[in-house]
């Protein structure tokens, strides 16, 4: 099925959108490896295979699915048939547990996995500090090389909210591999799990060009949306500050006509 909508989905990506690659000799024909990239676009899971001959499974939130009814069903064969795997993100640990697991099983099986180290979508377009629990436990547990990978433009495409993607041609940036064997048997040390993870997204950095943020994205994400939320029960107080002078002004000029009605 993954041959099917391939053909069915990636060849319309390519001829619509023209992405560019460069370093896809960075592939290996076969053998497992670890693919790690940034997340700008919910796109990125589907132009990025769409340029690579060999298949490359992604994780995806266990919720696309399992969602009821005929769009539900629909939904989840089109994921399934993209090489997607249902991840149960109900609790921080469990989901890294599951992310881990599904890694080791896809490369011991010889084949491409994807990940994404900063665990969800950049929410401004630059790249944060990214997730050790997945990426290097998966990456020392198996031996597997790590290829950098850096999406470029893929967010301009379909910003969130905008339903008609705009066409314009994506790119993508694919590293040399990364040897982390040196690390071996020291998949449970956080040092060295910090360790590879930031050099990964040094990489990453350096083949995207991106501003780099020292935070999690997820923290990001929550700031921004206690900023929004700020902006606006200030704009409400505003209003009602307003109102409320508007209010007062509206009697105190009644007030004042009342008065000069009853003078003599």
């Not at 900023?227 to 409320?244: L, R, T």
Request: proline share 6%; glycine share 10%.
């Amino acid at each position: 099925m993954y041959g099917t909508m391939k053909v069915a989905i990636g060849g319309p990506l390519k001829v619509a959108f023209r992405p560019w690659v460069e370093g896809l000799e960075n592939i290996p024909d076969e053998g497992a490896a670890i693919l790690a990239s940034n997340h700008l676009s919910f796109s990125d899971s589907f132009f990025l295979p769409a340029v690579l001959d060999r298949k490359v499974t992604f994780i995806a939130k266990a919720e696309y699915f399992t969602t009821p009814g005929v769009k539900g069903k629909l939904t989840a064969a089109f994921f399934k048939g993209a090489g997607q795997l249902p991840v149960d993100r109900s609790g921080a640990r469990g989901a890294g547990e599951a992310a881990v697991k599904a890694g080791i099983d896809v490369l011991e099986r010889g084949e491409l996995f994807g990940i994404y180290p900063e665990g969800t979508r950049s929410p401004d377009g630059r790249l944060y500090r990214g997730k050790p629990g997945g990426l290097a436990r998966v990456a020392l547990a198996t031996g597997a090389p790590v290829i950098p990978v850096a999406m470029i433009d893929t967010e301009k495409i379909q910003p969130p909210g905008k339903v008609v993607p705009k066409l314009m041609r994506p790119g993508i940036r694919i590293g040399r591999p990364l040897d982390f064997s040196r690390y071996n048997g020291m998949e449970h040390d956080r040092f060295v799990l910090r360790a590879v993870t930031d050099e990964v997204m040094y990489e990453i950095m350096k083949l995207s060009g991106q501003e780099y943020v020292d935070i999690y994205a997820t923290a990001a994400k929550r700031r921004i949306a206690d900023a929004a939320k700020a902006d606006k029960e200030a704009d409400k107080a505003d209003k009602a500050d307003k109102a409320d002078k508007a209010e007062k002004a509206a009697k105190a000029a009644l007030t004042q006509t009342e008065k000069e009605q009853t003078s003599p």
